[in-house]
């Protein structure tokens, strides 16, 4: 069964900065490119950044580029999140996403960040 | 780049057909994919490239595209089928993903 499990949410200030993680299982990580999904409250679904299965391609929403970094631990089956300078709309519901054929087969359920003061 | 245009709110008595658009432009060049979400739970691809539907999911859910509009179509509904639906595209030129604002579908 294919499991994936986001961590790292929280309260932040704006300015700050955070890293969410996500745990995969139930199929070989290192076959398949990853996708982080946020979900701000009442809004839709906003792709947010991707990495191919061996870290050497990534891309980025133009509303985080530059502030946030995608990045991968295939031996530990692991995807990453670093996210900087933070802002209030940043504030969202971020899941992990399996990334195959540039749609998304397999979800976690997401972590809450909030940016406030 | 794409813009996708949904409903904000779709309406369906049970047993009924509801139908979940999905407007954008140069649809010819790529494929619509179409999620379920409910509340507290992940997302769940219902269908992909346009008109696949992965195992697990009811022959009920199709979709369909023609022209600039793509539409889920979800037949026989149920109250179980009230959630949030969106659909989503890549776009090639910058290998985006890009999603839709989401319908809700309100089972009466």
């Known amino acids: 069964e294919v499991q994936l499990v986001e961590s790292g949410g929280g309260v932040v200030r704006p300015g700050g900065s955070l890293r969410l993680s996500c745990v995969a299982s139930?199929?070989?990580?290192?076959?398949?490119?990853m996708s982080w999904v946020r979900q701000a409250p009442g809004k839709g679904l906003e792709w947010v950044s991707v990495?191919?299965?061996?870290?050497?391609?990534?891309n980025y929403g133009d509303s985080v580029k530059g502030r946030f970094t995608i990045s991968r631990d295939n031996a530990k089956n692991s995807l990453y999140l670093e996210m900087n300078s933070l802002k209030a709309e940043d504030t969202a519901l971020y899941h992990c996403?399996?990334?195959?054929?540039?749609?998304?087969?397999?979800w976690g359920r997401g972590i809450l960040v909030t940016v406030s003061s | 780049s794409y813009v996708l245009t949904q409903p904000p709110s779709v309406s369906v008595a049970p047993g009924k057909t509801a139908r979940i658009t999905c407007g954008g432009n140069?649809?010819?060049?790529?494929?619509v994919h179409w999620y379920q979400q409910k509340p507290g739970q992940a997302p769940v691809l219902v269908i992909y490239?346009?008109?696949d539907r992965p195992s697990g999911i009811p022959e009920r859910f199709s979709g369909s595209k023609s022209g600039n509009t793509a539409t889920l179509t979800i037949s026989r509904v149920e109250a179980g089928d009230e959630a949030d639906y969106s659909c989503?595209?890549?776009?090639?030129?910058?290998?985006?993903?890009?999603f839709g604002g989401g319908t809700k579908l309100t089972v009466l």
């Open positions: 989503q595209v890549w776009d090639s030129s910058s290998d985006h993903r890009v």
């Open positions: 490239y346009d008109t």
């Open positions: 996403a399996r990334d195959w054929g540039h749609y998304f087969d397999f």
């Open positions: 990495i191919n299965w061996n870290g050497g391609s990534t």
């Open positions: 140069n649809f010819g060049s790529t494929s």
């Open positions: 139930g199929f070989r990580f290192d076959d398949f490119g």
